[in-house]
């Protein structure tokens, strides 16, 4: 069994237990568990129509799940959505950047959102684009940006309120093979130094390294959670 949440600051990233959610007659997910560990970077892998945008809609409260748990560093998504969505940052598959601003706006603008003040959000600002190696664009308009370092400005406006867990869906589709390494290797080096992890759903194969933790979707079942706390083939049929 997995807990639905630990205590807070030593629970995992996340906590998945027995998600299940239907659109109508579609069963999008049937009782699926995992866990994402601290620090850990975990691939959902899922051809298209799995189920990874529901499930992620799920965690970032879009739905609301019709059974099952959810908890994001320790906090249950649906008692306590303010501390859980506090700790989560995303990357959604549609893009989520206003292109006729520059990156400067817009973080400021995301930066406002989470209620963080003008002074602070600037530091901030200067800090997450150096991470993401986009210092020297911030007066450019997201729109002048190319597809690459578009959503590594994403990851930089995901980055902003010091999330523990980083949602990541498709963030390489339409990126050419360069770009996507890219993106790749910055997921893994946020990993390894900014304590943060990463859950970040994919259909291709090829972006999945030996050491990854590895949750696979199909079918809207969760069939294996490799290196996971999950029992094996816990949800599978
Ligand atoms: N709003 C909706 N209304 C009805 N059915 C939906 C809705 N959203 C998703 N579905 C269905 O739920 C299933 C899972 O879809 P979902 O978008 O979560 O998969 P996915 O793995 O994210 O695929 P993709 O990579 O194409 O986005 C599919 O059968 C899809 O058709």
């Known amino acids: 069994m997995i807990p639905a949440s630990g205590a807070p600051g030593s ?12 659109f109508g007659a579609v069963q999008a997910l049937k ?18 129509g799995a189920g990874k945008t529901t499930l992620f809609s799920l965690i970032t409260r879009l739905y ?3 059974s099952g748990t959810i908890a994001v560093a320790g906090f249950d998504a649906r008692r306590s959505p303010g501390e859980a969505l506090a700790r989560l940052g ?6 989520a ?3 006729d601003l520059t990156l400067r706006q817009n973080l400021r603008y995301h930066a406002a959102l ?8 600037d530091t901030r600002i200067a800090e997450v684009l150096a991470l993401v190696d986009l210092a020297e664009r911030v007066d450019h308009r997201t729109g002048a940006l190319s597809g690459g370092q578009q959503r590594r400005a994403e990851i930089a ?8 867990l980083l949602l990541l869906d498709e963030a390489t589709a339409g990126l050419d093979v360069r770009a996507r390494a890219e993106v790749l290797a910055l997921v893994r080096r946020l990993i390894r130094h900014e304590n943060v992890s990463a859950l970040f759903a994919t259909h291709v ?7 990854d933790d590895v949750v696979l979707l199909h079918r809207a079942r969760c069939w294996r959670a490799a290196g996971q706390t999950a029992s094996p083939g816990r949800g599978a049929t």
């Open 11 to 22: 629970a995992p990233a996340l906590v998945v237990d027995g998600v299940s959610h239907s």
């Open 31 to 48: 009782e699926v568990s995992f866990t994402v560990a601290r620090g850990a970077f975990t691939a959902l892998l899922g051809v298209n």
């Open 64 to 66: 609301d799940s019709t």
């Open 90 to 95: 995303v990357v959604f598959q549609t893009r």
């Open 97 to 99: 950047l206003d292109t």
């Open 114 to 121: 989470h209620g963080i003040a003008r002074r602070p959000a």
């Open 157 to 164: 406006r995901a980055l902003l309120h010091r999330p523990e």
């Open 205 to 211: 194969m090829d972006e999945i390294e030996a050491a």
